[in-house]
């Protein structure tokens, strides 16, 4: 065996995604009432919201804003070493925004665009969770009380960005921030890379790039939120149905993480994705996946196929509509320069 | 914030375990049959089985034995330096007992034994299973065809060992492999260490050592294989006793860990776990949940409490029966020397 | 064959349970919020609740009073016709109270004691529920919105009843309301009979009679509401448990009935039980399935068994305990006369 | 009130349905294998086959003919009289075809045709399952062994026929069988019946029709089976997919009964339905849920719409395909004479 580098461990996972809604309150109605999350903080147009499992303090940030989208994604780094060095790799790599006071709950930061210009910051001091009173839990490893409330979603799980070039994106993940690659997309013969799938962590996927059909840069494709047991994810479906959410797709199950997903829009827009089961990675050599576009299908394993719109819309919306066939996205891929 | 070494990364993940039976055949049909595993390998006195979710080619090695028990439990390194690192610091500890060329399916492991006794080993290369066409699954992402027979368990989640003193062979797991201590129950105003539960990944844990009330050495608690639901494990319930297999305590779930569990004994006498739920830690600064006599009770949460066998018991099994007060477990662990 | 009497068919099936409360606001948070039932109307010292899923305006009514227990207990005939000749027969049994004007949403009924003297009536005019704007369901053939909250149970299911003589009870409620004997518990050799499960529907059984081992009249053993799956029932072990409600036993699965099941005592003192899965019985000529001492065992196929207070404890309750081995239940019912 | 006929009881339930299949040893393996019936018996070209929780002996007939499609649909009466009685009314209806001695396991039988040509027969008496050692359970109210062998449905539940004017067979099932209407699909206003859902007992539905829209007679749409977990339906689908089954729907909540579906093709070419969830309807005079065309729109809640083959496809196939929009199936009906 020849000398090779071992693999980077320096991210510790997801720790925080800001969503953008031009209609706040009924975002905050989305995600409180109905997917069950808990207020931690307000501050300015920001609410700071989180799963009842999550051991931060906070783990989505409720922007209001003209549009909808995607703001800043956190990382939280093994170590204050690890964060010392990620800075310095990213900024010697030219992407780097520089450092701030860190955002509620979480300590100084590092900010940072990826390649298709995503605004990200890694951060090692975090906040834990010290519950209200009226939110301790009598179980003692539950950083709060288990409400029932709506959907219940228990913690963040991960997010998928648009990106004009996959593979850039891609590759700043596993060579800048230490991700292993999961699964990926590829195209015309593995020469076109649609999507890839890729985690800090034994969760399956935490960040996940796929391309933007509208060769568009910054958006976001959905973020996503677990729950413990498939009977849950259904039970959100029922309770997004009565109260007149739109339904995307699902509860169905993944091909490609073997996720059992349910997406729907928020009412600021923004895809979000109820998600349970999947599997677990800890190969320290795990060989990528890789689906053509025969085995990709539809992306379902088995239920409800993605529709058109899965491909077409994200946000902020761009107007009009492109054919997504793999010959159009073979070319639309091509004419990356 | 002071100079702090950061966190050793270079275990994995549990790999392997074997398991001694006086009843081989018996042993088999339960671990093929009833819970659903594939015989991937067989030679000498050993069968090796996989769940239908691992990775590698072989997770169980079950070995015909005049009596119980565990055998070696094999750990993933997370690189080949880290297995060159690993096997000093061990060796330099005084606990190594050498290399060896690997069991099947897995490359040159180093052996030790952990302060209680029990034969470890690290290892890197791992060879991936490569499913016969009769077991080719049509979903590219899952190594094996899922058979559906039995209780149909996907894979190896963690083991329970018994040690007559449970804080050396927890401060072992710490320092010297890098586990991360998730769940602890101390007895006696947290002075007496009863039970640590311990993980080099995601997984709430893949070790745990509890205080053995016999006073004896290298004896298993539990062996826990993995099933997606809860249903599964419910499922699991109607097979196992609809065959006359024993169950010990379960389905219920469990404080610690959060996990759904169901206790059986396979016809060889170890008692085997069928896990699910539970949750994942990937703070890298978790804080240890510690539970006194009062707080973990009976270590359930709601359901089936787990009767006095659960913690009398183990393989080999020892004579005469220990009145494991708090009381008794404090002395019993004060006279340790 | 000889000419045989077809069977009954008059009872439809149960429509309503009252039960008394010393605590009424707190067994209304216990049925609102926590089980998650919807107030249809209040009048007097009495609420009226129903499950989402109930056609019926109301299926439980909640009345304060100095002790607990259960009041009338309401089934629904087939025809106006049937319940003119149930109202005739019981007459002639010497059991009969009187004509009522009906409680609210049902027309006029006509009462009865049952020969334990628990207080019934029959009816058929029921009120179907129309819901208010706010829980109107999307889903037209559900009668109310799945709100979500609590244990979200569906509908009322069945009623356990204890009674001084179970075979004359039982008997009544074969010959004269028609139900049919799915299940049986006898002691010394079947000539003791313990308990006994029948149903008007092919619903496993609405009305248990289990002998009251202290010898007293009138009480009640549990009331049951249906959910539609097994985790939801984990679902609600978790919710009455962050709320500090005490769990008798379950989450298990009895062997009499295969339900799934998990009893808690709402704060008015009265056993409730969370149910689901269970088998239905369409045969009309089924036999019933009888358990002797040894079969019966706990009440549990697996998980967590039934307790003594489970035969111990009904309500109002009565001071005292009573070994009821089998022994002693033999000769407490020997001692009927 | 005013006099009014009190509902017909006679029918108890579906008792048997016999399915054709040009491919007599792959159907099998898809009952016996993957959906885990046992086979009760056999005889000339026909396979009798039973789920593990079917109180009767034998409720498929699997026989091998040159095509697809439904024999003889069986119903046991409530009664001998009741047997008599329908026989009478059937007979004077101008629809009986006669008395035969009964097949394997069941007593003489009088058989008709529905208005469709359909072949059905009433039947008393019933053999009730007695396990052979080798599948005797331990569970004493479950007539077979739980084997967990495929998917493991638990009984028949109910079938859906096509026919070329559903309002004739719908008012024949509720007139001369008595079944009770508990859901409609009309189209038009109102004016044009699309399908209808009845049932003799307080399982949703056992018998559906639904308009052929291609103008045949006699046809099959599809045959379903219970299992009694949301979770056993896509576990179902994890089998059926692994072994090549093509899945043509689900798995999904349907609008229409609330049933959890999987639609797949056995390979004799038959739609069998793996089933679960759905609601019991206990009320004597409940009011029959109508769909028009906007709120039934594609047959399903949330998840996996149903695909236009769900209304083209049937067996015996007819070739063509008809653009079944509401306007065609408006005059499609329309032109019935």
């Known amino acids: ?6 693999p980077l461990h320096d991210i510790a996972h997801l720790g925080n995604v800001e969503l ?45 804003a003209a549009t909808n989208g995607v703001g800043c994604v956190s990382w939280r780094t093994t170590s204050p070493q690890a964060l010392e060095r990620r800075a310095k790799a990213i900024e010697a ?3 780097g925004i520089g450092w701030t006071n860190g955002d509620y709950g979480r300590g100084r930061a590092y900010r940072f665009r990826d390649p298709d210009g995503h605004i990200m ?4 001091e975090e906040q834990k969770y010290i519950a209200p009173p009226e939110l301790h ?24 960005l648009l990106a004009k070039d996959v593979e850039a994106n891609r590759k700043f993940s596993q060579d800048l921030l230490g991700f292993q690659l999961r699964e990926q997309v590829r ?14 962590t034994a969760i399956h996927h935490q ?8 060769g568009a840069h910054g958006r976001l494709h959905h973020f996503s939120m677990w729950v413990d047991n498939r009977d849950d994810v259904m039970r959100a479906a029922d309770i997004l149905t009565e109260n007149g959410i739109f339904i995307e797709a ?23 994705e109820v998600y349970s089961s999947s599997f677990l990675v800890v190969a320290p050599d795990w060989e990528p996946v890789t689906w053509n576009e025969e085995e990709r299908g539809t992306g379902t394993y088995w239920g409800a196929t993605l529709p058109d719109s899965f491909i077409q819309y994200a946000t902020p919306d761009v107007q009009g509509s492109v054919a997504a066939t793999p010959e159009v996205l073979k070319e639309a891929i091509a004419s990356l320069s």
Not at 1 to 6: C, F, H, L, V, W
Not at 46 to 57: E, I, N, P
Not at 121 to 124: A, K, L, S, T
Not at 187 to 200: C, F, L, N, R, V
């Open 207 to 214: 960040l996940a790039y796929v391309v933007d059909v509208k």
């Open 137 to 160: 839990s009598n179980l003692k490893n539950l950083p709060q009380k288990f409400t029932g409330r709506g959907a219940g979603v228990r913690r963040i799980d991960h997010l998928a």
């Open 93 to 95: 790599a030219g992407l």
């Open 121 to 124: 910051e890694i951060y090692y």
């Open 20 to 64: 953008f809604t031009p209609k706040p309150d009924k975002s905050l109605w989305y995600f409180r009432d109905l997917l069950g999350m808990e207020i931690a903080h307000e501050a300015g147009d920001s609410v700071y919201l989180r799963g009842y499992g999550d051991y931060a303090t906070s783990t989505l940030k409720l922007t209001a």
């Open 250 to 272: 699902g509860p169905s199950k993944h091909n490609n993480s073997q996720g059992f997903y349910l997406y729907s829009y928020e009412p600021g827009g923004n895809r979000v």
């Open 187 to 200: 195209y015309d013969q593995g020469k076109t890379e649609i999507g890839s799938w890729m985690s800090p």
């Open 1 to 6: 065996m020849t000398a090779q580098a071992e």
